[in-house]
């Protein structure tokens, strides 16, 4: 079984550049969630796709939008980048939309100079 | 405001005892709980989930809810120098379809 993958890992970008993360789930799980983690903090909700549709979204702002495609993988886009976007960039996976868990991909780290 | 709060540590308990994770939470009408695991550099990964007022108990690990008291904690048995990690509570608040607000967590250090 294949978990959830992210790429890039690792990347930086300078204030006012753009940004997509990709995200492939795991096998067999149709929703995707988006977290933003800063560093010292707990993940923060950003949004979460439910067949390629927005299902949900937390207090970030439109700058920050995204995709699902229909074998369920999915893209994080950030426009206009500010040096706080500076975090690590978590995909998450379930295996229906109500599912308790979440498996996290290992993350995308972005440092915005 | 849906906030979970944990004290951030970082808590030490030396091999072989007990640690004890604490989590409150403010959205009175939540109704699923969790405890996540995150190494240094890792993602996060589930450990328990907790659903039911009272203790779940899974190996060393026991997941005790209060939802009264709204709190929720995490007991581990015979601390492991492997159980140094950062431990993040997570709530699935009311009105917040299949969402979860995540506490800041707390970093525990076994020591051998």
């Known amino acids: 079984e294949t978990g959830v993958t992210q790429s890039p890992t690792h990347l930086i970008k300078t204030r006012g550049q753009q940004v997509t993360l990709r995200c492939s789930s795991q096998?067999?799980?149709?929703?995707v969630s988006w977290y933003q983690q800063a560093l010292g903090q707990g993940p923060q909700f950003i949004f979460q796709?439910?067949?390629?549709?927005?299902?949900g979204r937390g207090n970030f702002p439109p700058r920050f939008s995204g995709l699902q495609f229909p074998n369920y993988s999915s893209e994080l886009n950030v426009n206009a980048l500010e040096l706080d976007d500076s975090a690590l960039y978590l995909c998450?996976?379930?295996?229906?939309?109500?599912?308790?868990?979440?498996?996290f991909g290992e993350g995308s780290r972005l440092t915005v100079l | 405001q849906k906030e979970v709060e944990q004290n951030s540590g970082p808590l030490s308990v030396p091999e072989g005892a007990i640690a004890s994770l604490n989590c409150t939470y403010s959205?009175?009408?939540?109704?699923?709980f969790f405890w996540y695991r995150q190494y240094s550099g890792k993602s996060p990964e589930l450990i328990m989930s907790?659903?039911?007022?009272g203790d779940k108990e899974d190996g060393r690990f026991t997941a005790q809810l209060n939802k009264a008291s709204q709190y929720v904690s995490l007991l581990i048995r015979d601390s492991q120098p492997s159980d140094s990690a950062t431990y993040l509570c997570?709530?699935?608040?009311?009105?917040?379809?299949?969402?979860?607000?995540f506490g800041p967590g707390t970093r525990l250090s076994v020591l051998p």
């Open positions: 998450a996976s379930s295996p229906r939309q109500g599912a308790g868990e979440l498996f």
């Open positions: 096998s067999g799980h149709n929703t």
């Open positions: 796709y439910y067949r390629e549709e927005e299902n």
């Open positions: 959205d009175r009408g939540s109704q699923s």
């Open positions: 907790i659903y039911s007022n």
């Open positions: 997570a709530v699935n608040p009311t009105n917040y379809g299949q969402n979860f607000v």
